[in-house]
């Protein structure tokens, strides 16, 4: 792979990791092409992505720099996102950035999530009761791993439980564009979910209830430092997506692998005391977060002795860097025991995902709950023949499963 006009293919986006591993061991940059014909430089060993998540003059804000630098292809479906996404917490640099975390960091305090716990696990049941219920044959994707982060996002955030409608435009929202076709798709994606957060919060102004969206309209209307209607309404974009989004393809890959590892699925089956470990290596081994976070290059940046010039697109390859072997031994390996502390599936630095504690818990009760249930669960499927998005979060299509 020595080409100067490296492209990705469709196929990447089924199985990356062979190709995540020829970028790595060419070297730790290189610029390379995706299917919208955009160039990326992407960063692939653990070291210099880690080093570069938390390097300022890499900026979060790529999609706006993306729109506002004319030597970039700019599209409606990148203008749109850019649009809703432009003031949410994950597209913003210091300081606008610490202080929007410092407004929303309290609502995922570790006493409050925790004190989601019961509620969730009481999801989890209501879910396997109506799979047990059912045909022994389920896709576990659409009865069970997005219904039940959809669900919890939906309360935690006080809005009605419109879970068909959020699970599709959500879909396209994070697909991967490769025509006209897949950029209308997002645009109007987009288009649906701003109009949708934006009357929720008028009803939740008009009705304001014990929930999240109600927290962050007072911060909006009563704190000094507050959110003005553009945050308001990214903020609140920005939790409905990735409060649910990652979490479904945690609990669905997550599952995946584990039929992929059988001897793993037994181990965890019986141990379930490993539950709580295992979801960081079901993470580090396939995570949502592939093939990466998006940056822009302020300035010239060098990592890993490889010069990238300012103004370059930079995906910092979070789904390499969690399969280095400079960093995991035998990283292709799911093994459940391993310590996968360091793996970079909820970020680095000052962007560490605010959610981690709740997508842990969430993963951890919903797989354990499903074992529980359905200890002889299986894919009904050969490997080969499960589908997979085209997306920048790795997920599936569908995960057709024998329950008993």
């Known amino acids: 792979m020595t080409d100067t006009d490296f492209a990705i293919q469709p196929a990447f986006f089924t199985d990356p990791f062979p190709t995540l591993r020829a970028l790595q061991q060419e070297g730790p940059a290189r610029p390379v092409r995706l299917p919208d014909g955009v160039e990326w430089w992407f960063v692939t060993r653990h070291e210099d992505v880690r080093s570069g998540l938390a390097d300022p003059r890499l900026s979060s804000a790529a999609n706006d720099h993306m729109a506002n630098d004319e030597s ?10 850019n649009d809703a996404t432009r003031r949410s917490l994950v597209n913003l640099d210091p300081p606008d950035h610490t202080r929007l975390r410092k407004l929303v960091v309290r609502a995922f305090s570790a006493t409050r999530v925790d004190g989601l716990r019961p509620r969730v696990q009481q999801i989890a049941d209501e879910l396997l ?17 997005s219904a039940l982060p959809i669900r919890v996002i939906c309360e935690l955030l006080g809005v009605p439980e419109d879970h068909d409608a959020l699970r599709e435009k959500t879909g396209a929202a994070f697909q991967v564009v490769q025509d006209d076709t897949s950029a209308a798709d997002m645009a109007q994606a ?9 009357r929720l919060i008028a009803l939740k102004h008009d009705t304001p ?21 553009e945050e308001l309404a990214a903020m609140a974009l920005t939790l409905l997506l990735a409060g649910h989004e990652t979490t479904v393809q945690l609990i669905g890959n997550g599952m995946n692998a584990l039929f992929d590892h059988p001897e793993q699925l037994a181990t965890l089956r019986d141990r379930p005391e490993l539950l709580r470990t295992a979801v960081d290596e079901l993470l580090r081994h396939d995570g949502p977060t592939n093939p990466g976070v998006a940056r822009y290059a302020t300035e010239d940046v060098t990592l890993g002795g490889v010069r990238i010039p300012r103004g ?28 996968a502390g360091g793996h970079l599936g909820f970020g680095h630095g000052i962007h560490y995902c605010l959610g981690a504690r709740l997508a842990r818990m969430e993963g951890e009760i919903a797989i354990g709950s499903l074992l529980r249930r359905f200890p002889g669960i299986r894919r009904a499927v050969p490997a080969e023949e499960v589908r997979w998005r085209l997306g920048m979060v790795r997920g599936l299509v569908s995960l057709p499963v024998i329950l008993r």
């Open 129 to 145: 009761d109506a799979m047990a219920a059912g045909d022994d044959e389920a896709d576990l994707i659409g009865t069970y791993a």
């Open 312 to 339: 370059a697109l930079v995906l910092l390859s979070v789904a390499a860097a969690n399969r280095d072997p400079a960093r995991f031994t035998d990283p292709d390996r799911l093994d459940l025991t391993r310590d």
């Open 209 to 229: 209830g014990d929930d999240l969206l109600s927290d962050l309209i007072a911060v909006h209307e009563e704190d000094d430092d507050r959110l003005d209607d």
């Open 72 to 81: 970039l292809p700019t599209t409606d479906a990148i203008t749109s996102a």
């Open 190 to 198: 987009f288009a649906w979910l701003t109009a949708y957060t934006r």
